[in-house]
C-alpha cells in the first residue's frame, strides 16, 4: 500500500557571469563545470530514464540567469572550446597512464565522460540544454519552477515595486524558455518573510519550498508538521524542507557524499600534473586552477597529499548502496508517520542541483539507482512534485509561515552582516530611483527605452544574493565586490544620463553587449501600481 509521496528537488542556479571584453574568465568556468558535471549528467539521466519507460516525476528549477546563460552564444561556444580542451587532455591521460592500473581506469572514464557530454551538447541538445529540460516537462517527467530574476534576497529589498518587479521579470523569462507560466517558485535562498505570497499570487504562482521552520513556527502551528503543505493568505502553498533528508545528502558528517570511496573534490590535476604538461590547460595567465580531472577518492580525514586512488566501478556500488538505504529509510519514515497524518506524508527533499556531479561527482548515479528503485522495487513510496500533491489533496491546512532562510542559523545572517551591511544602503537608493524613473517615464521610446532598460538590467544584477553570500563565505570576494560595484556605478550613470538627456549611445552599447540579461525585459515592471 502506497504510505507516502517523496518530492525530489533540484534547485539549478548561478549567478550571471559573462565577460565578451575578454577572451577567457575565470569566473566562466563556474558554468562550465556545471554543465559538464551537472546539467548533461541530469538531462541524459531524465532522458534514459523516460526512453526506457520508466516513470518518474521530479521538480526541477532552473532559474533565469542560469537559462538566460545556456542559450546564450557566446557562452554556448566558449563552452565548447573548454570541453574540446578537456577531451585533449583526457586523451593524452589514458595514454600517459596506462601503466598505472590505478589511475588508468579513471582516466577511460574522463575520455568517456567528455565525450558523451559533447555528443549530447552538440549533436543532441545543438547547445540548447534548456529546450532539453523543456522537452521532459513537455513530457510529464520535470515539473520546472522558476526563481526570482536574479536570485535577488527579497526580504531585503526596500520596496514592494522592487520584489514585484524581481518576480514578474522571472515569470517573463519562464515563459520565454518554457512556452507556459511558471506554477511554482524557488524563493531566492528559501528566504521568506509574510506577505511576500501576495506577489507570488499577483504572478500567478501557486507554490513555493521554504525552510522546515518557516512551517513549524508559523501561526497557527502546522497540524501535520512538515510532511503537508500548508496554504498561505494569498492561497499560495507552501512546502517544507525535511531535516531527515537533508541531513543524509548534505551533512558533513553523516551524509553521503563524504563516504571515503567517493571521488576527492579538492584534489586536481590542475594542481598535481607537472607544470609543462598542464600549462596549455590553464588560462592564458598560467596560474593553477582546477582542471575537473580528479585521481584521489575521499579516503577519509587525512590531508590532501595521503589520498588513495579513485576506483571509479567501487564508488558505482557504493552509489547503489546508499541509494538502496535511503529508499528504505523513506519507507520506514512514511510507515511511522502515515497513520499519525492520517494520510501519505510528503516528504519534500529540496537540494542545489550542482551538488549531484560537481559537489559529488557520484550524485547522478546515486538519482539514478534512487529513480529505478522506487519505480521497481516499492508500491508504499513514489515520486511526486508539489502539484501532484495539490491534486491529491485539497483540504490544506491555512497558515501563515514564519520570516526564515535555509542559510547558516536559518534568518538572513549569511547574506546580510558586517562584511555585507554594505552592499544594502546603494540597492536601495537604486531601487527607489528605479521606481520613480518607470513613473516619470511612462512611454519611452527610441534611446531613451533602451536607458531605461538597461538601468533595470544593471539594478536586477547589483540585487543577486550570490555577491553577499561569495563575501561571506569568503570566496571570490574581489570578484563578488566587483560586481555589485560595477552594477550600482552603471546604474548611477544611466539614472544620470536619464535625467540629463544626454545619453552616451556608444557606451550604452558597450554595456548592453555585456549585462545582456533579459532581452525581453520592460522597464515598466518597476511603476508603482
Keep these: 500500500m502506497e504510505q507516502g509521496l517523496l518530492a525530489l528537488i533540484f534547485h539549478a542556479h548561478l ?20 554543465i559538464s558535471e551537472t546539467y ?84 543532441q541538445c545543438q547547445r540548447n540544454l534548456v529546450n532539453g529540460f523543456r522537452e521532459l516537462q513537455d513530457a510529464g517527467y520535470l515539473e520546472i519552477i522558476t526563481c526570482a530574476a536574479t536570485h535577488g534576497f527579497l526580504p531585503l529589498m526596500s520596496t514592494t515595486e ?17 512556452g507556459r507560466d511558471p506554477q511554482g517558485i524557488w524563493l531566492p535562498e528559501c528566504a521568506y518573510e509574510p506577505g511576500l505570497e501576495q506577489l507570488l499570487a499577483e504572478a500567478g504562482i501557486r507554490y513555493f519550498i521554504v525552510d522546515s521552520h518557516g512551517i513549524m513556527y508559523g501561526q497557527p502551528r502546522p497540524l501535520r508538521g512538515i510532511y503537508a503543505p500548508v496554504k498561505t493568505p494569498a492561497d499560495v502553498y507552501a512546502f517544507a524542507r525535511d531535516v531527515e533528508t537533508s541531513e ?88 511511522y508517520l502515515y497513520p499519525l497524518l492520517g494520510r501519505k506524508p510528503l516528504i519534500v527533499s529540496p537540494y542545489d ?27 508504499r513510496i513514489r515520486l511526486a512534485t508539489p502539484l501532484d500533491y495539490l491534486s491529491e489533496y485539497n483540504d490544506i491546512q491555512q497558515q501563515t509561515p514564519a520570516s526564515s532562510s535555509w542559510g547558516a542559523e536559518g534568518y538572513y545572517r549569511m547574506w546580510l552582516n558586517g562584511s555585507t551591511e554594505w552592499i544594502y544602503p546603494h540597492l536601495h537608493y537604486a531601487e527607489r530611483r528605479m521606481i520613480e524613473l518607470a ?20 539594478l536586477l544584477l547589483a540585487q543577486s544574493s550570490d555577491w553577499p553570500f561569495i563575501i561571506s563565505t569568503g570566496t571570490a570576494v574581489s570578484y563578488a565586490i566587483k560586481r555589485v560595484k560595477d552594477h550600482i ?28 540579461i533579459f532581452q525581453e525585459i520592460d522597464y515598466r515592471v518597476y511603476r508603482s501600481i
Design 15 to 34: 549567478p550571471f557571469v559573462r565577460h565578451p571584453e575578454y577572451p577567457e574568465f575565470l569566473e566562466e568556468d563556474w558554468l562550465f563545470e556545471a
Design 40 to 123: 548533461i549528467p541530469l538531462l541524459f539521466l531524465f532522458r534514459t530514464l523516460a526512453e526506457e519507460g520508466i516513470g518518474f516525476r521530479v521538480t526541477m528549477g532552473l532559474t533565469p540567469p542560469l537559462c538566460e546563460m545556456l542559450v546564450d552564444p557566446l557562452l554556448q561556444q566558449r563552452y565548447v572550446k573548454h570541453l574540446h580542451r578537456l577531451i585533449e587532455l583526457s586523451e593524452k591521460e589514458v595514454e600517459r597512464t596506462k601503466n598505472h592500473p590505478a589511475q588508468h581506469e579513471t582516466a577511460r572514464m574522463y575520455l568517456d565522460h567528455f565525450r558523451a557530454a559533447q555528443t549530447i551538447y552538440e549533436d
Design 162 to 178: 522592487a520584489r514585484r518587479a524581481q518576480i514578474q521579470v522571472a515569470r517573463r523569462n519562464y515563459i520565454k524558455h518554457f
Design 248 to 335: 543524509q545528502v548534505w551533512s558533513s558528517e553523516i551524509g553521503y557524499p563524504g563516504d571515503p570511496v567517493y571521488r576527492e573534490f579538492y584534489r586536481d590535476l590542475g594542481y598535481d600534473a607537472e607544470y609543462e604538461y598542464i600549462k596549455p590547460y590553464l588560462h592564458s595567465d598560467g596560474v593553477r586552477r582546477n582542471i575537473g580531472l580528479k585521481y584521489h577518492r575521499v579516503t577519509g580525514k587525512v590531508g590532501l597529499d595521503q589520498k588513495d586512488f579513485y576506483v571509479p566501478s567501487i564508488a558505482t556500488e557504493r552509489a547503489a548502496e546508499h541509494a538502496r538505504h535511503f529508499l528504505t529509510s523513506r519507507q520506514r519514515q512514511a510507515e
Design 353 to 379: 542541483a550542482e551538488l549531484f556531479g560537481h559537489w559529488w561527482f557520484e550524485g547522478p548515479q546515486f538519482l539514478n539507482f534512487l529513480i529505478r528503485m522506487t519505480y521497481y522495487d516499492t508500491d
Design 439 to 458: 513613473n516619470q517615464n511612462p512611454t519611452a521610446q527610441g534611446l531613451r527605452l533602451r536607458a531605461l532598460n538597461q538601468a533595470a538590467r544593471e
Design 489 to 516: 556605478h552603471r546604474f548611477h550613470r544611466l539614472d544620470e544620463a536619464i535625467q540629463s538627456g544626454q545619453i552616451d549611445e556608444q557606451w550604452l552599447e558597450d554595456v548592453e553587449s555585456k549585462d545582456t
